[in-house]
């Protein structure tokens, strides 16, 4: 058995149901192996050793007893500083949030801890989940795992780089505009950003509430699916997920062969560094060699897509921080209180107009693909940029260097659909470069499905930074 923090999610679960490792030695691996990384990757905020170290032990009394809690009896989990659980601080990446204390817990952390999931930590993030690049004004940045000057993609930095590192085998993140499929494209982990609608918010600090979604980050899409069909699923709590299906197994594991994928002819393929088109070209070779029929699909225009969505995004953000920023603006860092009054001047018309048009622009998508059952695109046109490149704080030039940054994931959010991004190649100096399946709405288990087809004949999310 590989050492006990080098597992996988499921691979970690299965050891300690099987009794061939402890609740216990794997947490104790994991605090070592923090203790070593986060000088080095300011990936976490918060570390709860002395508790996961006690519900570990009584994981595994458990255990003992014949009594499993769930899948994941006994595996310790962190995730990103915006889940909230009653009692425990809860600051999402903030000044304005310093010492909240919620009194309710995440919907989808509860049915993590009810399948057995221990609690280790809370992760880096952006203030308030609103940046890309894993920067803080009041945290400092997070760190790439792969390369300690180079970003780590956000607003879900910690879930990032922890999962790469091997300090947790799996992690929540966001994403509301690429937060979770950033940095799994940027620190060489898979994240998975499901449906619309899939997974309760519940207990989740809110940034745009029609576009905020809840997904895992981990190594393999084996792992992101177990974590998916853990989560999802209707919930009292949030009534946006009434509808959410159930996971489907069989789905999860459909044959490649089945499976049409669509490369976009224009704008995803569009001035790419050598790095990533060549990356691109050679999944493309992969997933034929596995059986897939690859076709060109011609998409409706993406800028379009992503301007409506900064639109919903920007004006529901400033609506939810609109008390903070009338009494405590001074608390932002100057990136995100400038990127929030930016969405006090969108009209109400023009917000109506960009929500009005999204059942449109879905069903625009869906005509131009056809039967194709994923599209296949790049997750950002380069591997990381370095920390100080990146550093515009709220000047002129951030919202530039933010789009660019987040150009091929915000038509994704607007339209609502799910998005598995993969590790898929490197760099010449070992930077990691994803790729992302982009599926049909509610199609996640396809997602999941080709991602382990791929992950099945290729190494990529098994490499480990030094």
Known sequence: MSAPALLTLTQAAA??????????????????????????????????AEGALAAAAEADRALARGEARGALHGVPLAHKDMYYFAGKLAECGSKVRKGFIPDVTSTACERLASAGAIHLGALHMAEFAYGPTGHNAHLGPARNAFDRERITGGSSSGSGTAVAARLVPAALGSDTGGSIRLPAHFCGVTGLKPTNNRVSRAGAMPLSFTLDTVGPLARTAEDCGLILQLTGGPDPRDPTVDRAPAWDESAARRSPKDLTIGVPKSFYVDDLTPEVAATLDATIATLTAVGCKVVEVKLPDQVLLSAAALIVLAVEAASYHAPWLRTRAGDYGPQVRSRLENGLAYSGVEYLEALRWRAVALAEHLAAIGDVDVVLAPASRMAAPTIAETDVGGGPGAEAAIQAITRFMRPINYLGLPTLVIPAG???TGLPIGMQLIGRPFGDETLVALGRAFQAVTDHHERMPL
């Open 15 to 48: 050891a300690i149901r099987a009794r061939t490792l402890s609740s216990v030695e794997l947490v104790n691996a994991l605090i070592a192996r923090i203790e070593t990384w986060q000088p080095k990757l300011n990936a976490f905020v918060r570390i709860d």
């Open 426 to 428: 490197t760099t010449p």
